[in-house]
């Protein structure tokens, strides 16, 4: 048995983590649960919203799955998902972007992966209100953190076969802070004569992310760019609710959902739990339970193949009908 730390989350969260961690115990894998709480409903009993005990548990347990946790918009407790990265030096976003079979889209052929830089730049938090009409937010890069995400990328461009790395910048605006991150992956793409190294600024990228994707390969970015440009290619394949992604660090790994917690449709059984079931299928994969991962795929293949589908990729299916039919194919 491994454990597993499982975080539930808010919004559709604790639907779409029942629908995963029953089709995952159908499968046969051999996961034992440790359910941490964290987020808005945890302040109430526990003054924080991300509690020790939910990093204690990561620490130990080495993976999580955690499903979505709200923050709440200009004022509020800083974004835990955030702080858990931060905390647990979760350095590296992982979030692949392949075409699913039976869901048609403008294009057939993405086949992209989306290395975020997870700790730093806007999302450190530095920010100050300078008066009532001022506000200041400060970016972050540091030498450290972008040439650990460059190596990432380009190790794991290596490690899976890809052809190319593409550094997404606005460096021509953010001379020194982007200026920096790019010198970083510059330097660092000469230790890779074998895969090509490209470098885009992030305005281009997204308009040609929109009209050929299948140019790109893997595209590392700085936080904020990887952020916005994961959302978009998620449109390419489907949407949120079936992009897939993981939070790697040097001692953790936590699998999650690129997707947030979805508050329009909470409590309506609609919500897609496929976003979290993939991303669990890569936590399986990360735990060598490949067997069981690789069932899950196909019972999940099978069902979208029959045309079961939720409503947000074209079809009529609840979560609950969709879960227990993918459940039926394993
Ligand atoms: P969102 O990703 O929750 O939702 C955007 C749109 O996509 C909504 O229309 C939603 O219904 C739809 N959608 C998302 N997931 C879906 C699924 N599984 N099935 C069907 N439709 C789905 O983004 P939004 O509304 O901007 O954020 C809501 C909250 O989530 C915010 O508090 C935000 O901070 C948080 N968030 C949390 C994340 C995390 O826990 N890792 C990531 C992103 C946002």
């Not at 992009?243 to 449709?265: L, M, R, T, W, Y």
Request: proline share 4%; charged share 25%.
């Amino acid at each position: 048995m491994t454990k597993i730390t499982l975080i539930k989350g808010d919004g559709i969260g604790p639907e779409i983590s029942d629908a995963v961690v029953e089709i995952i115990e159908k499968s046969g894998a051999k996961v034992e649960w440790d359910v941490q709480t964290a987020g808005l409903d945890v302040i109430e009993t526990e003054g924080v919203p991300l509690p020790e005990r939910v990093i204690k548990s990561i620490k130990e347990n080495k993976v999580a799955l955690k499903a979505p946790i709200t923050t709440p918009i200009g004022k509020g407790f800083r974004s835990v998902n955030v702080q858990l990265r931060k905390e647990l030096n979760l350095f590296a976003n992982i979030r692949p972007c392949k075409n699913i079979p039976t869901i048609k889209t403008k294009f057939d052929d993405v086949d992209l992966v989306v290395v975020r830089e997870n700790t730093e730049d806007l999302y450190a938090g530095v920010e100050e209100q300078i008066d009532e009409n001022t506000a200041h937010s400060i970016k972050i890069i540091t030498r450290d953190a972008s040439i650990r995400i460059a190596k990432y990328a380009f190790d794991y461009a290596v490690k899976y076969g890809r052809k190319e790395v593409c550094v997404v910048t606005k460096a021509n605006i953010c001379k020194l802070s982007d200026g920096l991150f790019l010198d970083c992956a510059r330097e660092v793409s000469k230790g890779y004569p074998q895969i090509k190294f490209r470098e885009i600024l992030v305005d281009n990228c997204c308009m040609q992310l929109v009209q050929n994707p299948s140019q790109f390969d893997v595209l590392v970015l700085p936080n904020l760019y990887g952020d916005i440009v994961s959302d978009l290619t998620a449109g390419l394949i489907g949407g949120l609710g079936v992009a897939k992604s993981a939070n790697i660090g040097d001692d953790c790994a936590v699998f999650e959902a690129v997707h947030g917690s979805a508050p329009d449709i909470k409590g309506q059984n609609k919500a897609n739990p496929m976003a979290l079931l993939l991303s669990g299928v890569e936590m399986l994969k990360h735990i060598g339970q490949t067997e069981c991962a690789g069932k899950i795929e196909k019972a999940l293949y099978k069902t979208l193949e029959s045309g079961i589908k939720t409503a947000d990729i074209g079809g009529h299916a609840t979560l609950s009908e969709f879960t227990q039919s993918i459940i039926n194919n394993i």
